[in-house]
């Protein structure tokens, strides 16, 4: 073998120089493409996620839809052609669930007037809210009854007039907009009838504590009527709106007591209620005893549904009204809170 010429070296260490560079820059661009192709694989797999998650969502949304007739059928069945809405049935706050292909779905409904309406406190027209003297009598019966001092029970009325009425004048414990600007920019009275109850804890003296002990007692039906309460739907729980009616005449004990003695069929009508010993001896007045029913109007719908990893979850609010079909008021996509 010939030896190779001394000059010939730099050639050979040239050739080899440009053949580690050639190999180092494909491996580079492998590299590279390697990085690209699994990024671009992460997004493949992410989009087909978020693709079947939307998926998943829409459904659950269409469950929970379906849930709304659910409700209407059931509701239609409590009255039972007696005019009458009691508890037979246990179907008051009881959760019925119901499975699904990919999940299940838990549907509750309830009485939507075994609560004093909180739009009560004001009558009149939209922009001409005014206070309503028998709607405030109550509310502070209630606050009374649950226990409120009578200067926070005072401050917790007039603010909540003040936070719907119409005018900047605000009442002798109220707070109008001068008042909440101190509290940060932009808050203002709302003037306009409450949409939920869970804006009261917007409400001046309505502090989180007021909040919890007030809401299971509260709500926020769409018009400012008295509320119409009725008896053969109310609970031991609920006799603090017996108390409330009564302002105070009944107290909550008295009350458990009437509520015990109803009849399994509930009382015939506001007369048979308002014949029992211990409701003659508080002498309910007759703007009271108007606001009485038997037969239930407003239901709280609650469902929530879990499909394929979706969690979703529906408030409604259905009017039930004797003079037409069954109408839905609200309806969020969140929890009543």
């Known amino acids: 073998m010939s030896p190779v010429p001394t000059g010939a070296w730099p050639l050979v260490r040239d050739a080899r120089a440009e053949r580690g560079a050639a190999l180092l820059t494909v491996l580079l661009l492998v590299a590279v493409m390697t990085v690209l192709l699994v990024a671009v694989l992460d997004d493949i797999r992410f989009g087909l996620r978020r693709t079947g998650n939307a998926q998943a969502l829409t459904q659950a949304q269409w469950y929970a839809l379906g849930s709304e007739e659910l409700a209407r059928a059931r509701i239609a069945r409590l009255d039972a052609g007696n005019g009458r809405t009691t508890l037979e049935g246990g179907w008051n706050g009881r959760p019925f669930v119901f499975p699904i292909d990919g999940g299940a779905m838990r549907v509750r409904v309830d009485d939507g007037t075994a609560c004093f309406n909180l739009n009560s406190v004001v009558e009149g027209a939209p922009n001409h809210w005014t206070r309503r003297e028998a709607g405030v009598r109550q509310y ?3 606050l009374r009854a649950l226990e409120f001092t009578p200067a926070q029970a005072a401050t917790m009325a007039d603010a909540l007039v003040d936070w719907i009425d119409s005018d900047q004048l605000p009442g002798p414990a109220g707070a109008e907009d001068a008042a909440y600007a101190d509290r940060g920019p932009g808050l203002r009275t709302s003037g306009a009838l409450l949409a939920e109850a869970s804006e009261l804890r917007a409400v001046a003296g309505h502090d989180a504590a007021a909040y919890a002990r007030l809401r299971p007692h509260v709500c926020a039906l769409p018009d400012a009527a008295l509320s119409p309460v009725n008896v053969n739907t109310l609970e031991a729980h609920d006799a603090v709106l017996l108390t409330m009616l009564s302002d105070g005449a009944l107290d909550t004990g008295a009350a ?6 109803r009849p399994a069929g509930g ?5 048979a ?6 409701v003659l001896a508080a002498g309910l007045s007759d703007p009271v005893l108007e606001q009485l029913r038997v037969r239930t109007r407003y239901f709280n ?3 929530e549904v879990e499909y394929d990893g979706a969690e979703v979850v529906l408030s409604a609010l259905l009017d039930d009204d004797s003079q037409g079909p069954m109408r839905l008021v609200a309806r969020r996509w969140t929890h009543d809170e």
């Open 267 to 271: 009382w015939r009508d506001v007369p």
């Open 273 to 278: 209620f308002a014949s029992q010993p211990l």
């Open 301 to 303: 719908l609650r469902t």
């Open 256 to 261: 458990r007591r009437v509520l015990a003695s």
């Open 140 to 142: 502070l019966a209630l």
